[in-house]
């Protein structure tokens, strides 16, 4: 039961701390500290879907269903540079001195007027239109938990919900740490630019063949 665990929850580490267009997306909203618990919430409750998912065996059969990765590739593509296009448009222009200041999630809109609804879609379509959640989070989870047999699996992931529980909180509030490095609004350029060179990068990734699905 507890090497389970132990093995899901430095699995999902494994997986999940790396810069991607989902953790670049929380990164941002952390630093703003706009809107950034529903993030949270989105980012984790999709990976604890997901993980389920896997292990429950629904991974072996989306791995057979090339058509659903397909579309679900080229939908990322088209998402990710449109997104990656408008952050990069939006860096043209320096951020409001104080966008990382004191806003609270309670705030209704963001500093430029942005709802929360619209904040929330967005991380929903950075989580669910990625190829790459699915092969990591349902297929290797669910394959990897298969080893620690019919219960030990279920621990298995138990230990890799943990892991995304604490690494989305911990980047999501945790951000704001970096907030006095980024009170310059030229700093604010160069995190939309580097976002947007993230998201560009993972849309390349997945659009040329050799890119992994």
């Not at 997986?15 to 984790?44: F, K, M, S, T």
Request: glycine share 12%; hydrophobic share 55%.
């Amino acid at each position: 039961m507890l090497n389970a665990s132990l093995a899901g929850l430095f699995t999902g580490l494994s997986l999940i701390v790396a810069i991607g267009a989902q953790n670049a997306y929380l990164l941002r909203q952390g630093l703003r500290r706009v809107h950034v618990g529903p993030v949270v919430a989105v980012c984790l409750l999709s990976d604890i879907v997901l993980t389920t998912a896997g292990v429950s065996g629904v991974g072996a059969i989306v791995q057979h269903t090339g058509w659903m990765l397909l579309a679900v590739r080229w939908l990322g593509v088209a998402f990710l540079t449109w997104y990656g296009l408008s952050t990069a448009w939006r860096a043209r222009r320096p951020a409001p001195a104080g966008l990382g200041g004191s806003h609270g999630d309670a705030s209704l809109e963001d500093p430029d007027g942005i709802p929360a609804g619209p904040v929330v879609r967005r991380a929903l379509a950075l989580t669910w239109l990625n190829p790459h959640v699915y092969l990591d989070t349902v297929l290797l989870i669910g394959s990897i938990s298969a080893t620690h047999g019919p219960s030990g699996r279920w621990w298995f992931a138990v230990g890799a919900c943990a892991a995304s529980a604490r690494w989305f909180t911990g980047l999501g509030y945790g951000a704001r740490l970096l907030a006095p490095l980024l009170a310059r609004p030229r700093a604010w350029q160069v995190l939309d630019l580097l976002i947007a060179a993230t998201m560009l990068f993972i849309a390349f990734k997945l659009a040329v063949p050799s890119g992994g699905i």
